[in-house]
């Protein structure tokens, strides 16, 4: 008999830090043709050389120093401003830095593939599996197909390991998606001239970084606390300007309804702001985002939020099932199930989250407790096709869980509403939840599934409690109206559910062999303990056991 697979080895629960920035965004309403026309001639210089210096430092690759740096910024000062050409080389080194890492998640996953295609291949066909890991290919067309693939990846890992090695990243400014719609406009649904609109939009470059202590926190792109917007011009559009020291004062006005008070405070101390000004080609707006950093937030410690108890969540690819919990770890009250579509839109699926995580924070709020608790979810791992290459629809699902958006929004709107965030260890919370609360959490009027399950064990493992439930107190008499208990801890987890034990009954076994290797008990001297004796016998009976044959033989 194949040994059990060891278990893995649980990390503890921790509080997830929140946001550390703020965005924001409103309309510029009212802008008047001229504002537009400044507003497109800014951003397609500025556009035009962001592209250059993201080349620039692309060729410069491993060799890029504080000299090359301090070049790049005093060309770009010469054909814009100093300020702006801060905001491109910041961006530059944002880009390059996002690629690189991204090249190097890249490199990691094709590593991953060839290695488990070489295991794989060098199995026999037809081997299954064992402990875990993949057994060999099905049949030989199957074993020479995946060959073929294995000389693709290390081909392709080669080649990004070389370019990785020389600093060399790709880069799409606008969006490599976007480039490659162009290719097959009718499945996009786009003509091309609405595709070279969005395209040339999506290359303009109108970001100024914020800076503490000048006048409202931006000198590139100023607003007002009152909301009148201003734009510093590059050098070469100077002659554009209809207000002092080179500067374009806009018609619109913005207001900022969600975070005004938090924003105005900022503009008004001069505190950084960073801003940014683009075009939603398909409705022809203009809208205006504002962001900054938050530094030094209070850090809630985890007794303090598992005080009063939490809320268990467990995510899944249509809905969030979730089961409140008191600070003992039982469960309260009916679970709740707030449903999602994410179908369609991007913006459509991010409504679709927020409503539903904005009924969960608002019931987590009727219920008075201080946290939520979700899964440490990373399913990089499970998305490829040499791990789960014949399970298509099962990659397909785990893909479609929103895990990370999920708890990307969840934290940002716990922040705001004052609730803490609790993560923990996603190692067998749906398998030990349903072996061990899906059925005592089942009634006639409401069947607890498999995710309410997981809720609870999620929940519970962030209090520090085990999954498993604390076995039934024993009965009061040893009559046959009490059930037997739910079920025997294991003597290395007391106060814990375990498996039942082998035989039947959970009682004192009168046929089983004493310490002295006597074949009977003793003859009962009273008539109480007969009585017991005798309904100890007809319970064993009644449970289907079958006495040896030397032991029927009442006549010996």
Wanted: proline share 5%; net charge positive.
């Amino acid at each position: 008999m194949a040994e059990k697979k060891p278990l893995r080895q649980i990390a503890r629960p921790f509080v997830a830090d929140g946001p550390s920035g703020v965005s924001i965004r409103d309309r510029l309403k009212s802008l008047t043709a001229e504002d537009e026309k400044v507003l497109r001639a800014v951003g397609e210089h500025m556009g035009r050389l962001a592209s250059a210096d993201l080349a620039r430092r692309r060729r410069d690759g491993m060799d890029h120093s504080t000299d090359t740096w301090a070049a790049r910024k005093r060309d770009l000062t010469a054909e814009s401003s100093s300020r702006w050409a801060g905001s491109v080389t910041s961006s530059t080194h944002d880009q390059w830095g996002l690629s690189r890492r991204a090249q190097h998640q890249h490199l990691a996953s094709l590593d991953a593939g060839i290695r488990t295609l070489r295991h794989r291949l060098s199995l026999p066909v037809g081997e299954k599996g064992s402990r875990g890991k993949p057994g060999g290919y099905r049949s030989k067309h199957e074993w020479f197909v995946k060959t073929r693939r294995l000389a693709i990846l290390e081909e392709k890992c080669e080649k990004i390991r070389v370019e990785r090695e020389a600093g060399r990243v790709s880069v799409t400014r606008g969006g490599r998606r976007l480039f490659r719609q162009r290719h097959n406009l009718n499945a996009a649904g786009k003509m091309p001239e609405q595709w070279r609109a969005q395209w040339e939009a999506a290359r303009w470059f109108l970001t100024a970084d914020g800076e503490s202590g000048k006048r409202y926190g931006n000198e590139t792109i100023r607003v007002t606390p009152d909301g009148g917007v201003s734009i510093k011009l590059p050098a070469p559009l100077a002659d554009l300007a209809n207000a002092r020291h080179s500067r374009y004062v806009l018609a619109a006005k913005v207001s900022f309804p969600f975070r005004g008070e938090e924003w105005r405070d900022r503009v008004t101390g001069n505190r950084a702001v960073a801003y940014r000004i683009h075009l939603n080609t398909a409705s022809g707006r203009w809208y205006l985002d504002a962001s900054w950093t938050r530094k030094d937030l209070p850090v809630i410690p985890l007794d303090a939020l598992r005080a009063g108890g939490v809320i268990g969540m467990d995510t899944n690819a249509d809905h969030l099932a979730a089961w409140l919990l008191d600070e003992y770890g039982n469960p309260v009250g009916a679970p709740r199930r707030f449903d999602y579509d994410l179908s369609g839109s991007a913006s459509h699926r991010d409504a679709q989250l927020r409503h539903a995580l904005t009924r969960l924070l608002r019931w987590t709020q009727e219920c008075g407790v201080r946290a939520v608790a979700i899964e440490d979810l990373d399913f990089t791992d499970s998305k490829t096709r040499e791990k789960h290459g014949r399970k298509k629809k099962f990659r397909q699902l785990i893909s479609g869980i929103p895990t990370g958006r999920v708890r990307a929004r969840l934290l940002s709107m716990c922040a705001e509403a004052g609730i803490g965030v609790i993560a923990v260890d996603p190692a067998y919370t749906s398998m030990w939840g349903a072996e061990h609360w899906r059925k005592p959490l089942t009634t006639k009027r409401r069947p607890a599934t498999r995710h309410y399950a997981a809720a609870v064990a999620i929940g519970r493992r962030s209090l520090g409690h085990r999954i498993r439930r604390r076995t039934a107190p024993p009965p009061h008499h040893q009559s046959d109206g009490v059930r037997h208990r739910t079920a025997q801890a294991r003597p290395g987890d007391p106060g814990s559910e375990g498996h039942h034990p082998a035989y039947p009954d959970h009682g004192h076994d009168p046929l089983a062999l004493d310490a002295a290797g006597t074949r009977w008990t003793r003859t009962p001297k009273t008539v109480r303990v007969v009585r017991l004796s005798t309904c100890n016998s007809c319970s064993l009976f009644r449970n289907g056991y079958s006495r040896p044959a030397e032991v029927l033989d009442m006549s010996a």
